[in-house]
């Protein structure tokens, strides 16, 4: 498996700010995406992030709302933008792991946009 | 259009029981199949992954079936303990990359 970290693990944010989350995985990583889960639902692919070039963005998804960095193979941004109360939820990095199918989650980070 | 559906409303077993979790889909082939673990607040965490060629897996109480033809993948948790309360997540994956779609989950509670 892999350790895989996010920075912050919540943040309360004001409307029409940005905030930064950071992922860090400690082990080669094929592939890494983005997802968020709002309270009581499911996981929603935002993007996946490509190693030095743009990210592949699901519908419903922009990258001037969600612009996202991939500058290595182990580390990833993902930038909420002008944020709205609708913005809140979990958002959760996820990679697969070399010479594996395995998809594994971060722990995620709880925002809360007033 | 492709969908997932697990069940909606929560399973509550006493302990010691076997717990069994339905995931079900349609207008999906998927290569493998994946179950997660989830509790409040926290990232989903892998237990098991099931190829589409195979027809049963385990890992210590878990088990988990996949039939194709029924389109339905069943997780058991054996002898099932307090701690085991989640909710559990069933994922897919279709051939020929990582486009994994997500069911809603299934909350399961025991009861000591």
């Known amino acids: 498996s892999a350790v895989i970290s996010q920075k912050p693990s919540r943040d309360i944010c004001q409307r029409g700010t940005s905030l930064t989350i950071q992922c860090q995985v400690d082990s080669q990583v094929t592939m890494m995406f983005w997802y968020r889960q709002q309270p009581g639902q499911s996981l929603t692919l935002i993007a996946t992030a490509n190693q030095g070039s743009e990210a592949t963005y699901e519908s419903g998804f922009v990258i001037d709302k969600f612009p996202i960095s991939r500058p290595n193979l182990t580390f990833s941004t993902l930038t909420v933008s002008n944020m709205s109360p609708e913005d809140s939820s979990i958002y959760l990095c996820?990679?697969?792991?070399?010479?594996?199918?395995?998809?594994?989650f971060g722990p995620g980070t709880r925002l809360t946009v007033l | 259009s492709q969908k997932i559906e697990q069940n909606s409303e929560a399973l509550n077993i006493q302990e010691g029981k076997t717990a069994t979790l339905t995931c079900n889909y349609t207008n999906y082939s998927p290569a493998y199949l994946q179950w997660y673990r989830q509790d409040p607040g926290r990232g989903p965490v892998f237990l098991l992954l099931?190829?589409?060629?195979?027809k049963e897996k385990r890992k210590e109480r878990l088990k988990v079936t996949f039939d194709t033809t029924l389109k339905q993948s069943l997780f058991h948790i054996t002898a099932s303990q307090p701690a085991d309360s989640a909710t559990y997540l069933c994922a897919l994956v279709n051939t020929g990359g990582f486009k994994t779609i997500f069911g809603a989950g299934t909350r399961l509670f025991v009861k000591a």
């Open positions: 996820s990679v697969v792991l070399a010479y594996t199918d395995t998809q594994y």
């Open positions: 099931i190829r589409e060629n195979e």
